[in-house]
C-alpha cells in the first residue's frame, strides 16, 4: 500500500480520522480508492456470526489480498475459487484456508493443480462429463482420490435477480437425479449447490431455489452431506434497496431445517457482493461539464464497467469544503477514455453547480467494481488509501460497532 500513497502526497495529510472529505482535499489528479476495512470487517463479522451454516467468502467479487487477509482475520475461513489464478493467489495470502473449486466447468490440468498442489478437495460440477474429469484429475496411479466433497450445481430461476445467472451453469432438472447418483459414487461428501443470480432482492429466491432441491434429493434417493445455497445475498443501490439481510438468513434456515438430509448435514452459502460491497468507493474528478453530461476521470473501463454495461447505479455525493446549496439534478457520466462505449446512464443525483475540478465519490465498488478494472487508453492507475468514514450505504447498521479512529498510511 506505501508506495501508492507516496504519489498523493498523503504521508503529509493530516492523522487521526480520515474520511472522503479529507483526501479530497488533497486535490488527487487520478481516481482514488477509497478503502474501509472497518465495513468488510463489519459485513465479515455479520455473516459469521448470523448465518446459520458456513460462508464461503466468493473471491472473484474482490480478490485484494488486503481484503482476504481482513475477512480471514473477521474469521472466514473458507473460500470459494473459479480459476486456478484464484485457487493460487488465495492459497498464497492464507496458507490455512479452506479453497472450494466451485466453476462447473474446469480445465483438467487446473483441477489436478488444485487438488495435489493446493490441497483443494471440493469441487462443484453440473455434467457427468466433469464429474469424471475431477475423478481422472484427481486419481494416484489409477486410484480414485477417497476424500472428494462433490457439490452438483442444480439449475434454478435469477427470476428475483438483478442480475441473471440462470443460463449458462446448473444441471438440467432431467440429469440432477442420475448425476447425484454418480457423484455419490466418487464423492466422500455429496453436496447440492445453486446460485440464485447476483442482488436477489427477496428471500423468496432462495426458498423457491430449495424446493428444486428438495425435488432432486427426493428423486435421486441420495444421501445428501452439505446445502450450499450460493451467493446472490444483495447490497444497497440507489432504487434498489433490499430487505434486511437476516430476512435471508431465516428464510434459508427454515428451508434447510425441512430438508430430507441427515442431522449432520452442513449448510453453506457463498456470499461475494454482500461481503465487500461497502469495502470500497472511488472519488473521482469532473474534468468538463457538458449541460448534464460530466466528464469523469474513471468509467467502463476502470471500476464503473457495471454502470455503463448493464446500467447499474451507484450512490454520488459532491464533495467540496461547503456544501452546495442548489438543487440536486439528474447527470449521466462520461469515463475518461476515448471509447463512446465508456459511458454511465445513471442517473446520477448531484447538485445542479457541480462544475469542472469537483471532486464526487461514487459509493459501493467494493463488489464487481474494483476488481474488474484494466489499463486501457494508459487510464487506471489509481492510488488507494484507507478511509475510516462510513460508507455510503449498509446493510450493516449505521450504528457501527466502536472502532479506532487511528489509520495507519
Ligand atoms: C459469483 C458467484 C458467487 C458470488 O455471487 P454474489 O452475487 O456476488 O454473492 C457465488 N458463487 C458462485 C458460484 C459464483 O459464481
Redesign the pocket.
Known amino acids: 500500500m506505501h508506495k501508492h500513497h507516496r504519489a498523493l502526497g498523503l504521508a503529509t495529510a493530516p492523522t487521526g480520522s480520515r474520511g472522503a472529505a479529507a483526501i479530497a482535499m488533497l486535490r488527487p489528479v487520478q481516481p482514488v480508492t477509497l478503502l474501509r476495512p472497518h465495513a468488510a470487517r463489519r459485513a465479515a463479522r455479520y455473516f459469521v456470526e448470523k448465518f446459520p451454516g458456513r460462508s464461503l467468502y ?1 473471491v ?2 474482490n480478490p485484494s489480498p488486503d481484503l482476504l487477509r481482513i475477512l480471514w482475520e473477521a474469521g472466514v475461513t473458507h473460500y ?1 475459487v ?1 480459476s486456478i489464478g484464484e485457487v493460487r493467489l488465495v492459497h498464497a495470502t492464507l496458507p490455512d484456508a479452506v479453497l472450494c473449486f ?1 466453476h462447473p466447468v474446469k480445465a483438467e490440468e487446473a483441477i489436478a493443480e488444485a487438488y495435489f498442489e493446493h490441497g483443494v478437495k471440493t469441487f462443484s460440477l453440473d455434467t457427468l462429463d466433469e464429474l469424471e474429469k475431477i475423478v481422472r484429475a484427481t486419481s494416484t496411479d489409477g486410484v480414485a482420490a477417497s476424500d472428494l466433497n462433490l457439490l452438483v450445481r442444480i439449475r434454478v430461476s435469477s427470476d428475483h435477480a438483478k442480475l441473471s ?1 440462470a443460463s449458462k451453469f446448473g444441471a438440467d432438472p432431467r440429469d440432477v437425479a442420475s448425476l447425484l447418483m454418480a457423484a455419490r459414487q466418487a464423492a466422500d461428501a455429496l453436496g447440492i449447490c445453486f ?1 440464485v443470480g ?2 436477489a432482492m427477496t428471500p423468496a429466491a432462495f426458498a423457491e431455489a430449495m424446493t428444486r432441491v428438495r425435488q432432486s434429493i427426493v428423486e435421486a434417493a441420495v444421501t445428501v452431506d452439505i446445502v450450499d445455497v ?4 444483495p447490497s444497497s443501490y440507489p432504487g434498489m434497496e433490499p430487505p434486511p439481510l437476516d430476512t435471508y438468513f431465516a428464510v434459508i434456515h427454515q428451508a434447510f431445517e425441512s430438508l430430507p438430509i441427515s442431522y449432520s448435514a452442513e449448510l453453506w452459502c ?5 461481503l465487500c460491497a461497502e469495502y470500497a468507493s472511488v472519488l473521482v474528478r469532473v474534468e468538463k461539464r457538458r449541460g448534464d453530461e460530466l466528464y469523469i476521470n474513471d468509467g467502463a473501463y476502470g471500476a464503473l464497467f457495471d454502470a455503463a454495461h448493464i446500467g447499474w447505479r451507484y450512490p454520488v455525493r459532491l464533495i467540496r469544503d461547503e456544501d452546495s446549496h442548489v438543487r440536486s439534478m439528474p447527470f449521466s457520466f462520461y469515463g475518461p477514455t476515448c471509447d463512446d462505449l465508456d459511458q454511465m446512464a445513471g442517473p446520477f443525483e448531484l447538485p445542479g453547480d457541480v462544475g469542472v475540478g469537483d471532486y464526487i465519490e461514487i459509493g459501493m465498488l467494493g ?1 464487481y467494481g474494483c476488481a474488474m478494472r484494466t489499463q486501457f487508453n494508459g487510464f487506471g492507475v489509481v492510488d488507494s488509501v484507507i478511509v475510516d468514514d462510513e460508507p455510503m450505504a449498509s446493510l450493516y447498521g449505521a450504528s457501527a460497532p466502536a472502532r479506532t479512529n487511528v489509520v495507519k498510511l
Do not use: V
Open positions: 466468493a472473484k467479487a470459494d473459479a466451485m445467472l446460485h447476483s442482488q450460493g451467493g446472490g445475498f457463498e456470499p461475494g457482493r454482500a463488489a
